[in-house]
């Protein structure tokens, strides 16, 4: 409205849209896709050989070889194959059935579809689904959209957010008393806290299940993203295998994985898969029923996601232009998270674990009485008001931590590490002074 503001430009900070904050596409998944798209293209000399194999391939796969056909409702055959392969891979020779794997609409229809097959029951033997806090809000979203019971547990902040057992326990059992806790969903790495589980964490996350009859979620979308020292990334699948039959052959298990994010970034595209195991076979079959009723998830989707999955393999001619992408993006990621928490920590009243993985800083900060009274008396949460405010002040749009779900008392934020490193810089400069101003004006 012509209101003259102290600052030239909104900083979306807000969302792990890794496009919209400048990072460029992977070459060899756009080429792909292209030639998918506009197959005219396959007798263009500017496209490399290995990825017109890949589009020829898919091609093939499609009705019409067309991907303005539908597929099967499970997704394209030749795609799973190459899920299943990538799985088997990437967990050091672990078996994965192609029967197995669910092509989706980016990780989060997966999700949404698989609670929607487990949730049943009134009253309180209404499904329960245990979910850690700080979540990411599709769950929540989903847990009241379907009608079931949110079960919630803690992850422990002072030990960089990690998992405990003890806290699962707690929650559990408190919750038999008003429903019937079935799910337990695990975010690893996490969003919004970008903690990375370790082995032993999830050997004891897999034995609880085993023991309370759970139903595994594992969403591992952000399985790319690993940067701290010391730190690797471990599927579910993986560590359950491992555990000896007792386990594999019993433990219920659904994991996620996207296009959106990793270092490809490419939301646009909705794709995503789920690969879930020891599913009863009758159960099996409402789940294809279920995924029938939308017939399939884009088919452009499908391709992004097999390239994911399939992507050029050394002695291939895109390989090394492949490689120099894609380590890049995550050696890039990699500086942005250690700059956030290095920066955040000289901050006086924030404090910020380190940015394990995932593209997110959680930090926790601290808000003095008269800004929360202040906040009250315009009925907003907090850390609202305090977001709000430096927006308001800065352009810089964060998202508050009560929208993820945070200990009573505490507060927070999240933002993505996504911008470009000179344009993070003046974020978190800007952000220091923002927060320096704001203690002393509620002082």
């Known amino acids: 409205q012509g209101i003259k503001k102290p600052f030239t430009e909104v900083i979306k900070a807000n969302i792990g849209d890794a496009h919209a904050m400048g990072q460029r596409p992977i070459t060899f998944l756009r080429q792909v896709v292209a030639l998918c798209t506009y197959p005219n293209l396959l007798d263009s000399p500017s496209f490399p050989e290995d990825a017109k194999k890949r589009a020829r391939r898919i091609l093939q ?51 949404a579809t698989i609670l929607k097959i487990l949730v049943s029951g009134g009253g309180k033997s209404r499904t329960g689904v245990m979910i850690p806090i700080p979540q990411y809000p599709l769950y929540s979203a989903a847990i009241s959209e379907l009608d079931a019971i949110q079960v919630n547990y803690y992850l422990d902040e002072e030990n960089c957010w990690a998992l405990d057992v003890n806290e699962l326990r707690r929650s559990l059992n408190e919750a038999k008393a008003y429903c019937n806790p079935k799910v337990l969903c695990i975010i690893n790495p996490g969003n919004p806290t970008g903690q990375v589980q370790n082995r032993k964490c999830i050997e004891d996350v897999i034995h609880f299940a085993w023991e309370e009859k759970l139903f595994l979620l594992a969403d ?14 471990h599927s579910f699948k993986k560590i359950l295998y491992e555990m000896g039959p007792e386990y594999y052959n019993n433990v219920e298990l659904a994991s996620f994985h996207s296009t959106s994010k990793g270092y490809m970034g490419e939301c646009g595209y909705r794709g995503g898969y789920m690969e879930v195991i020891n599913l009863h076979p009758e159960i099996k079959g409402q789940l294809v029923k279920l995924l029938s009723v939308r017939l399939c998830p884009p088919v452009s989707g499908q391709a992004a996601m097999d390239i994911v999955v399939n992507p050029p393999i050394p002695g291939e001619e895109s390989y090394s232009q492949f490689i120099k992408e894609k380590e890049s993006v995550l050696n890039n990621l990699a500086k942005k998270a250690k700059l956030t928490e290095d920066m955040f920590n000289t901050v006086p009243g924030i404090h910020c674990n380190p940015l394990q993985g995932a593209m997110y800083a959680f930090p926790r900060i601290f808000i003095p009485s008269k800004a929360i009274e202040e906040a009250k008396a315009h009925k907003m949460a907090p850390d609202m008001f305090y977001c709000m405010k430096l927006l308001e002040e ?50």
């Open 61 to 111: 796969g499609c009705g019409g070889n067309s991907l303005g056909s539908y597929s099967a409702s499970q997704g394209i055959n030749c795609i799973r194959e190459d899920v299943a392969s990538y799985i088997k891979r990437r967990d050091g020779g672990v078996p994965a059935d192609p029967d197995n794997i669910y092509l989706t609409t980016g990780a989060s229809d997966g999700i």
């Open 220 to 233: 591992e979308v952000y399985q790319d993203n690993v940067y701290s020292e010391g730190c690797q990334f």
């Open 394 to 443: 800065t352009g810089i749009c964060v998202v508050p931590g009560s929208g993820f779900g945070q200990r009573e008392g505490s507060y927070h934020f999240r933002m993505t590490i996504l911008p470009p490193v000179e344009k993070l810089k003046i974020l978190l400069e800007k952000v220091k002074d923002f927060h320096i101003k704001f203690l002393e004006k509620y002082a």
